[in-house]
């Protein structure tokens, strides 16, 4: 396999051997096409000379992904893809509507070791992780699929893009930072390190590192249990963290940053929705550095889990809400399409 371009920074392309002795309105030129176009073939780079383009074409490649699947809900206009890789393994994207915005939710590994019992990505395991150019480009494909076909509320909102699709992105730190470092520059996607949030079950290795290298991006943890024994049984292997150890980590970082980070919180029936565990994670979250986003769990194909009763639900978050702690409610998307982590690669499999 060739090196993607899309695994270099802006400044990185601009020195690539290639473009040497060549004028330096040449490298601009490259450098929008990769990211600002953010094209997927040689021939669209339309005012790069033909002989560099055969170059180019000959070192590097310059698309990670294509599109195997595309499914968009009848229900909310949620739209899921499931993206080959070059080496054949599969991942997960989502376009969800917010309102006035897209967000796109990406992958950071094929599939995932974390094992958690209600997510339908954990049941087969950790494949790899994901290359950085392999992480931008489900951007810039999600980016060109509402060029193509414009959501009615979106005009031209820059998308919220969240890595909550399938992996552990903290396992991944390095992929995932050098695919951050792209995202936030100028000449990269340009994107607001505010429009990017990463979410993480908490390895403490990772959140001591996103910390030292504190991207100012938004940070969820997701719980599923109060006590390491509880979370052991919804999240097995997070247990290698202990709940106060993560928790008082990624409170350092929203410190760090000055924004509140997030508490996810899975609500599967008689398992975490009981008063006692509402009171639990409110006493976790007070210290004003979280709000609690509460989660009712998409069913899985087997069905042995659960999601919470709405009253259940209800109750829980005023019990937070009761003790001064933002919390709310997500609305689930796409349930028609089969939207939640892991769900459709996990159909195409069985
Ligand atoms: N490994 C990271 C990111 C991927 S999971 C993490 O744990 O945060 C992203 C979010 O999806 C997590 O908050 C997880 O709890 C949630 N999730 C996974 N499966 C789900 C399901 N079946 N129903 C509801 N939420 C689910």
Same mark, same amino acid.
Do not use: C, M, Y
């Given at each position: 396999m060739k090196p993607h371009l899309r695994s270099l920074v802006p400044e990185q392309i601009s020195q690539i051997?290639? !473009? %040497?002795? !060549?004028? +330096? /309105?040449? *490298? *601009?030129?490259? #450098? @929008?096409?990769? /990211?600002?176009? =953010?094209v997927f073939q040689w021939q669209e780079m339309k005012n790069l000379p033909l002989t560099l383009r055969q170059t180019l074409r000959e070192v590097y490649d310059l698309c990670a992904l294509e599109v195997e699947t595309r499914l968009v809900s009848k229900e909310d206009g949620t739209r899921k893809f499931l993206f080959k890789l070059r080496d054949g393994q599969t991942i997960e994207s989502v376009i969800i509507p917010m309102g006035d915005h897209p967000t796109f939710c990406i992958s950071s590994q094929v599939g995932c070791a974390m094992a958690c019992s209600f997510c339908a990505t954990a049941r087969g395991g950790l494949v790899r992780n994901l290359e950085p150019e392999e992480i931008i480009d489900q951007i810039l494909m999600l980016r060109r699929d509402l060029q193509k076909d414009p959501h009615p509320h979106f005009g031209h909102r820059q998308p919220n893009?969240? /890595?909550m699709g399938m992996g552990e992105p903290l396992d991944n730190w390095d992929n995932v930072e050098q695919s951050l470092s792209i995202m936030m520059d100028n000449r990269g996607l340009g994107m607001s390190r505010r429009k990017i949030q990463i979410s993480t079950s908490g390895p403490a290795e990772g959140l001591q590192r996103l910390i030292k290298s504190n991207p100012g991006i938004g940070l969820t943890l997701s719980l599923g249990g109060t006590t390491d024994e509880s979370r052991k049984k919804t999240m097995p292997v997070p247990g290698r963290t202990g709940v106060q150890e993560a928790v008082d980590l990624a409170a350092a970082y929203a410190?760090? #940053? =000055?924004? %509140? *980070?997030? !508490? @996810?919180?899975?609500? #599967? +029936?008689?398992?975490?929705?009981?008063?006692?565990? +509402?009171?639990?994670? +409110? *006493?976790l979250a007070h210290r004003g550095a979280f709000k609690v986003n509460l989660i009712p769990m998409n069913r899985l194909d087997d069905g042995k889990l659960k999601p919470s009763?709405?009253? %259940?639900? !209800? @109750? /829980?978050? %005023? #019990?937070l809400t009761n003790k001064g702690i933002p919390a709310f409610i997500r609305a689930s998307g796409g349930q028609d399409i089969a939207a939640a982590c892991g769900q459709l690669r996990r159909r195409r499999q069985v």
């Open positions: 051997p290639e !473009l %040497k002795g !060549l004028p +330096a /309105f040449r *490298a *601009a030129q490259l #450098i @929008a096409w990769v /990211f600002e176009q =953010g893009v969240v /890595f410190r760090n #940053i =000055g924004r %509140k *980070a997030t !508490l @996810a919180w899975v609500l #599967i +029936a008689h398992q975490t929705d009981s008063p006692e565990q +509402a009171k639990q994670l +409110a *006493a009763d709405l009253e %259940k639900i !209800l @109750a /829980f978050q %005023k #019990i």
